[in-house]
């Protein structure tokens, strides 16, 4: 029975993708709620899945659950203890994964904080803006020489799809729209104080989606090259995962409410990973390939330019790029190679 919340919203299913079989991926946030969805979907279908977690125990009970209908998910799936709250161990992890593997076909960034009070990192950074941005600059970054390559292998194919089916997708939500407006996007001080759960989620969804605008327009090869990645960010709907335990810690009794109700109204997280696997491995997405590039969608399949009007500033998003660059340079000691 599909949620109240997921009634109008295209669907892609298990029985819609094409076969993984020889495909590799990385799912940050893979042992959780979304991410866990995402990742019994992709091996299902044969991928091999890299997780990115922070707790060795989660990851252990994802594979078993998925497990559970897919016998081949303990060979498919590995873990990678990584916390993305601090910024050189993710670096090192980063650094790790593009030694380790051979190929890399899909990226998924799904790993975020909900809405939930703001802290700051042991790194001195908002720990919305650090985890849920600067965390997937730095996967993104230190991942693309691998994908490149994986891209370019592809190319001799005569499948159309398999020469596109190269792609990162970053989880954004329709909850960037409540960012504040009088984002500047040029100190990281403006990044680090305090301020309403909501807008500090929803700001950091705005910064997923001007990422990988900026990615797709100036850092990632013409789609007509010889080594074609296809990117995109999403929305998963109004999905109940553990995310609502932050808004209970942010907002009290009121939060609560929240949470008993997304129980009830909201989408199942298989649903809720849709978006984000058709615009990992979606074959409508190739005949789209230049509509959908850099592009935020948020429904399987569905409308590009939905976004808000800050969401599609430009100006903004090379600004974002810009900041994100100095402070992983500054904090972590690393320069970006893309």
Partial sequence: MVAPAGLFSNRYRVEDMPDLTGKVAIVSGGSRGIGEALVGDLVQKGCEVHILS???????????HIAEH???????????????????????ATRKLAGELERLDLLFLIAGIGVAPFKLTDDGVGNHFAVNNLSQMILVDGLLDLMLKTAEGKQSSSDEEEKFSTRIVSESS???????MEI???????????????????????FNILYIRQLAKAHLPALTSSSPILAMSTHPGAVA??????????????GKVL??????????????AESALWAGVGQSAVKRRE????????????????????GQDEELAKKLWDLMSKVIKDKAGYELKH
């Avoid at 008993?260 to 909201?266: D, E, N, P, Q, R």
């Fill in 54 to 64: 922070a707790t060795k125990q989660h990851a252990d009970e994802a594979v078993e």
């Fill in 174 to 180: 329709e909850l960037h729209r409540a960012s504040p």
């Fill in 184 to 206: 500047k996007a040029e100190s990281l001080e403006e990044m680090s104080h305090e301020m309403d759960a909501t807008k500090l989620y929803g700001r950091s969804k705005l």
């Fill in 70 to 92: 897919t016998p081949a998910a303990r060979q498919l799936i590995k873990f990678h203890q990584v916390d993305l709250h601090t910024l050189s161990d993710t670096v090192s």
């Fill in 259 to 272: 949470e008993l109700g997304s129980k009830v109204l909201f989408m199942s997280r298989e649903q809720g």
């Fill in 291 to 310: 509509e959908v590039q850099g592009g935020y969608f948020s429904e399987a399949d569905g409308k590009v330019g939905t976004e808000s009007s800050q």
């Fill in 241 to 254: 995962t553990e995310q609502e335990h932050g808004a209970t810690e942010a907002y009290g009794p009121i």
